[in-house]
């Protein structure tokens, strides 16, 4: 763990030190699911969310790019009990803070690495439950959470895409009744527009 956050540090005092600064606003599409526990046979369907926000991306070769993101993720659950949950809906605040590098450089366009911690924030959710409408089985969501994203990028001219994989570090939701735990991952595509 030192010799990861030595690097960090390393990689963030690098792209602080070309000082060239982007910024600009971005969208995401988040295609979200959940794992539930071993030995738990239910299944769940990925649901689309999206991402809006802006971005600051500090350094070339080398960068950091901090995200402030409005984002909404949920997923479809089947062969639930009578009363279970059965459809999720989180809108949360995500502040990814992204180190990456860039491999190859063309005129118009280069291709990148990234990755880093993601802080998530819930601030509204929803939950439909199988068949009653009231709850048998609550869920308890926790309010902030960290996860980490890896993934690649492209830029072309002024915009910018990525393409994210997201690991939760810790559960997401777990229910009251300590049947089982479920614990999301998610591909996100963004695209990003910089304004300088």
Known sequence: MKKLLL??????IVAVSNAQISFGPKIGVNLSSMTTSP???ISDQMKTGYDLGAFLRIGTKCYFQPELLYSTSGVNFSNVPVG???NISLHSINVPLM?????INLKVANVRVL???VASFLVDKSVDYNGVATATKTVNFKDSKWGLQVGAGVDILMFTLDVR???DFNKQITQ???DFDWSKQAVNVSLGWKLF
């Open 7 to 12: 690097v960090l540090a390393a990689m963030c």
């Open 39 to 41: 030995g738990v046979a």
């Open 176 to 178: 009251q009744a300590n």
């Open 84 to 86: 279970s949950p059965s």
């Open 99 to 103: 180190f990456g590098a860039r491999l």
């Open 165 to 167: 994989y997201n690991f």
């Open 115 to 117: 990755g880093g911690p």
